[in-house]
């Protein structure tokens, strides 16, 4: 079975080399289209050039740049480079797999599904790691910050997104739907949910941000849109970005090694524990 990553990224190179070190091992191969101002983003793509192929958006004819219209670019290269009997990931830079999209694939194989959504977990800096920050930001971004958040809306469960889909001849993404992951043409959902890590904050610079009423935006993501991604509080200082609790999340852990609670599909489907991937060059 062979699966590739739909990567979708924007001045994420903060974080860009953990993700490429530890995510593009799950993949056969990773369609990146960036959207970055400046070449930081390429630079570190090109060490992981032998897994990584790096579009920008200025040489991919991207007509809309919504959710449907950037994974349309990327889905029809994965189509170009590499047909239709395959499976399709769609990634972000800051978010990462609790469990193997591969495995994940094969038990929605085994079980007739077509297309497969995951819950997320939103990681925010907590209170409890505010005083000794300087010293957690030199580890990695998932040593650095522990605390997660779950029970949306009173349900019991994480927040969820479609993410994983069977690609086929039948499948399309179109050019102006956003807000949506949910791509034309699959057929039948997996009733069970595999797991993403997000970090909702993976900076404290200040730059990063721009506050917009009671909430916060990602100043350069989704600025052409109506609809844009960001934070549920309003940040003013970089204590701001240290909660113990966010808006309609009832629930919040820290996670140690794994994820002990009952919505999680279990521990067989993980990755397996090898070495981050090497760059083929220094960064």
Same mark, same amino acid.
């Given at each position: 079975m062979k699966i590739y990553g739909?990567?979708?990224?924007?001045?994420? =190179?903060?974080?860009?080399?953990?993700?490429?070190? =530890?995510?593009?091992?799950?993949?056969?191969?990773v369609i990146c289209l960036d959207g970055s101002q400046s070449d930081a983003t390429a630079r570190i793509a090109g060490a992981f050039a032998e897994r990584l192929v790096y @579009?920008?958006?200025?040489?991919?004819? @991207? @007509?809309?740049k919504t959710d449907h219209g950037l994974r349309r670019v990327v889905h029809r290269e994965i189509v170009r480079r590499f047909g239709v009997d395959n499976w399709v990931m769609c990634c972000h830079a800051d978010e990462?797999?609790?469990?193997?999209?591969?495995?994940?694939?094969?038990?929605a194989v085994r079980n007739g599904y077509?297309?497969?959504s995951w819950y997320s977990?939103?990681? *925010?800096?907590?209170?409890? $790691?505010?005083?000794d920050w300087q010293q957690r930001v030199s580890l990695p971004l998932r040593q650095r910050i522990r605390h997660y958040h779950w029970n949306y809306s009173g349900t019991g469960l994480p927040w969820r997104e479609d993410r994983?889909?069977?690609?086929?001849?039948? @499948?399309?993404?179109?050019?102006?739907?956003?807000?949506?992951?949910h791509p034309h043409g699959t057929r039948s959902l997996a009733p069970f949910h595999p797991i993403l890590l997000h970090y909702k904050v993976f900076t404290t610079d200040l730059?990063? *941000?721009?506050?917009?009423?009671?909430?916060?935006? *990602?100043?350069?993501?989704?600025?052409? /849109?109506?609809?844009?991604t960001g934070l549920p509080f309003?940040?003013?200082?970089? $204590?701001?970005?240290?909660?113990?609790?966010?808006?309609? *999340?009832?629930?919040?852990?820290?996670? $140690?090694?794994?994820?002990?609670?009952?919505? /999680?599909?279990?521990?067989?489907?993980?990755? =397996?524990?090898?070495?981050?991937?090497?760059?083929?060059?220094?960064?």
């Open positions: 739909l990567l979708i990224t924007k001045d994420d =190179e903060a974080i860009f080399a953990e993700w490429c070190r =530890e995510q593009l091992r799950l993949y056969d191969a @579009v920008h958006e200025r040489e991919a004819g @991207v @007509v809309q990462f797999c609790y469990h193997d999209p591969r495995k994940i694939a094969q038990e077509d297309q497969v977990l939103h990681f *925010y800096p907590h209170p409890s $790691e505010l005083a994983l889909y069977r690609n086929g001849a039948s @499948v399309s993404w179109d050019e102006t739907t956003h807000g949506s992951v730059n990063w *941000y721009q506050a917009n009423g009671t909430h916060t935006l *990602y100043r350069s993501h989704w600025a052409e /849109n109506q609809h844009r309003r940040v003013e200082r970089p $204590e701001d970005l240290f909660v113990a609790s966010i808006p309609k *999340y009832g629930c919040c852990d820290r996670l $140690e090694d794994r994820i002990e609670q009952p919505w /999680n599909m279990g521990e067989q489907y993980r990755p =397996e524990r090898r070495r981050a991937l090497k760059p083929l060059r220094p960064e």
